[in-house]
C-alpha cells in the first residue's frame, strides 16, 4: 500500500503498520484503544483526522 492510499495514516506517529505474510498490509489506529472517535482499522484513505501527528507510523510485521 503506498503512503498515498493511506493517506494522513501514511504520515502518522499513531499509525501501527502491520504486514501479514503474504504480503498485504493494514493500518490499525494507536489512538483506538483510548478513544472512541478513532476507529482501530481507519477506513483509507483517510483525509482529515485531529489525532494526526506527522511522522513515520510503527511497523509491525
Ligand atoms: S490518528 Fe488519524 S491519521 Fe493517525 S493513524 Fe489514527 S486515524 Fe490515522
Redesign the pocket.
Known amino acids: 500500500m503506498s503512503e498515498r492510499a493511506?493517506?494522513?495514516?501514511g504520515?502518522?506517529?499513531?499509525?501501527?503498520v502491520l504486514k501479514s505474510a503474504s504480503g498485504s498490509v493494514f493500518?490499525?489506529?494507536?489512538?483506538?484503544s483510548a478513544d472512541p472517535r478513532?476507529?482501530k482499522w481507519?477506513r483509507l484513505p483517510?483525509l482529515a483526522?485531529?489525532?494526526?501527528?506527522p511522522g513515520e507510523?510503527e511497523a509491525v510485521v
Open positions: 493511506a493517506g494522513l495514516c504520515f502518522c506517529r499513531r499509525a501501527r493500518i490499525q489506529c494507536g489512538l483506538a478513532f476507529p481507519p483517510v483526522c485531529a489525532g494526526h501527528e507510523g
